[in-house]
């Protein structure tokens, strides 16, 4: 009994990285696979018309969204339960059966395609005649599955340097497959097309790191409990289907409300969407700072929480929300500046409405920002399902206020109703974290209210960014704590010395 313990606590194969590495590595791979992504953006508005770009924009996002919610959360769950059963020596066991699972449910909705092309091309395009295009997407979809199964297992095991190439060759690959087809001549389908074949040519280093440790993993000689498994697994993985259908519904419902009830034929809703897509390309970059930011802090919360330093969680959460309010909108303001030129000269002046909408598109993605890393504090309190609820009237708002607002002010109404739905969810957000005893003060609601300032002007906006930290002695305090972290760690730059009093860097 002892010997079969013993080979069950002894993994033989997959070292796992440490934390700083993997994060370093996180972080670097995710600036530059963001840059990948914002020259993809852009070139994708020069070579497309902009009806094209809202067909692309609409099967992104449809693939992103179903490939969760169709397998039920289900792959989502090896991060949870990968290393208790590895340690069981069971981790073949729950992989096995949670990749018949997943090829199941993604041979249902093959079908599924297959038998409706004509009602999914009117779901996702407002086009029932394009079989091609229908085609293509369930291609994205099926090649998304294995990719995103793959890298969860691979992160799951805590390789985090191969998911991280995975990511980036994903990103690199598509851009490089895509752009070659659009310069050669090639239209919507191919684009899909190279995205399925990007993820599929990415998903090699996991594979690679997967057959060469799979032979050393430990195994148990007791027998595998499957009832057990899926009693255990089934739970999180519907809340977390719950979630991430929410998140994604709330994330995508914009979209499909302009598609759908935009005025004229599916060209003007198309158009729609390419107008609004293009808006979007610099203001979307905050939202995956924001998340990857999110990411890197929950740990540290957790610790501080179960530690009893919940005052620290606390302060930690005020200043890292002060900072991003504060950055977010001096960037924001800064890019609104260059705005007009960039459109003009990058966009050739094709997406005027884009322009237009860009402001409050800020708004509301440093409002979702603000949300995302504020809920880290909802979830380290276990009060997650707060979240849930306010993305859930979020999201009621948006279909109501979009259904109202499009015929009367078209894509306008479109982005004024999301700006209204994002307002709702960070105001839930807030009213959930004060009742679970976070301090919400004069300095958290000029945070909040800080990114509207966006709506006067770049301008204006960084007045009032100056102003506030100015003016604020706490804000002052935060700011300096930081800088004197920095200088204890790195050393402050000379400049610095140069412009703070002595008194502040002693």
């Not at 497959?177 to 001549?185: E, R, S």
């Not at 309190?381 to 979009?402: C, D, P, Y």
């Not at 105001?427 to 006067?456: E, H, K, N, Q």
Request: charged share 10%; hydrophobic share 55%; with cysteine.
């Amino acid at each position: 009994m002892s010997a079969s313990l013993e080979r069950t606590k002894t993994p033989a194969s997959f070292a796992a990285d440490s934390l700083a590495l993997g994060m370093m590595v996180v972080l670097a791979m995710t600036i530059v696979q963001r840059a990948f992504g914002f020259l993809r953006g852009i070139l994708f508005c020069r070579l497309m018309d902009d009806s094209v770009v809202g067909q692309w924009a609409m099967a992104f996002d449809f693939i992103i969204m179903i490939t969760p919610v169709m397998l039920f959360g289900m792959p989502g769950s090896l991060p949870r339960y990968v290393e208790t059963y590895r340690q069981q020596g069971h981790l073949r066991s729950l992989v096995k059966r949670l990749l018949i699972s997943t090829a199941i449910l993604g041979s249902v909705f093959l079908v599924a395609m297959l038998v409706a092309p004509d009602w999914f091309g009117w779901l996702i395009f407002l086009d029932s005649n394009s079989q091609a295009l229908t085609y293509s997407v369930a291609m994205g979809v099926l090649a998304t599955i294995a990719f995103n199964f793959v890298h969860q297992l691979v992160s799951s095991l805590r390789q985090i340097r191969v998911g991280s190439v995975m990511q980036f060759l994903q990103s690199v690959f598509f851009t490089l497959f895509a752009l070659t087809w659009l310069i050669a001549g090639g239209g919507i389908v191919g684009v899909i097309v190279s995205f399925a074949i990007a993820s599929l040519v990415a998903m090699l280093p996991g594979l690679w790191t997967l057959s060469k440790g799979w032979s050393g993993l430990p195994q148990s000689e007791s027998r595998f409990d499957a009832p057990s498994m899926w009693r255990r697994l089934l739970p999180y993985a519907a809340a977390l289907w719950a979630m991430n259908l929410l998140s994604n519904l709330f994330e995508m419902s914009d979209r499909y409300m302009i598609l759908h009830f935009t005025t004229g034929s599916e060209v003007a809703g198309q158009s729609a969407v390419g107008q609004y897509h293009s808006g979007r390309i610099f203001p979307v970059l905050l939202l995956s700072l924001a998340t990857m930011i999110s990411g890197v802090l929950m740990p540290y919360l957790s610790a501080d929480w179960e530690s009893g330093r919940r005052r620290e969680v606390v302060e930690q959460m005020r200043k890292f929300l002060t900072a991003i309010s504060l950055f977010f909108t001096a960037g924001s303001a800064a890019v609104l500046v260059i705005a007009p030129w960039l459109f003009a000269t990058l966009l050739e002046n094709r997406y005027s409405d884009g322009l237009a909408l860009m402001p409050m598109a800020f708004v509301f993605y440093i409002w979702a920002s603000i949300a995302i890393v504020g809920q880290d504090y909802l979830w380290v309190a276990e009060r997650g399902k707060w979240v849930g609820i306010a993305i859930t009237l979020g999201l009621i708002a948006n279909i109501a206020l979009n259904g109202y607002l499009l015929p009367i002010w078209g894509l306008q109404g479109a982005v004024i109703a999301t700006l209204c739905s994002h307002a709702i969810v960070l105001s839930g957000v807030w009213i959930a974290m004060v009742r679970c005893d976070f301090r919400f003060d004069s300095v958290m609601l000029l945070i909040s209210l800080l990114p509207a300032t966006l709506l006067l002007g770049p301008i204006t906006a960084l007045f009032f960014v100056a102003i506030i930290p100015a003016t604020n002695q706490q804000v002052q305090n935060w700011m300096l704590d930081g800088l004197m972290q920095v200088k204890a760690r790195w050393g402050l730059p000379k400049v610095a010395h140069a412009v703070l009093p002595a008194r502040m860097l002693d």
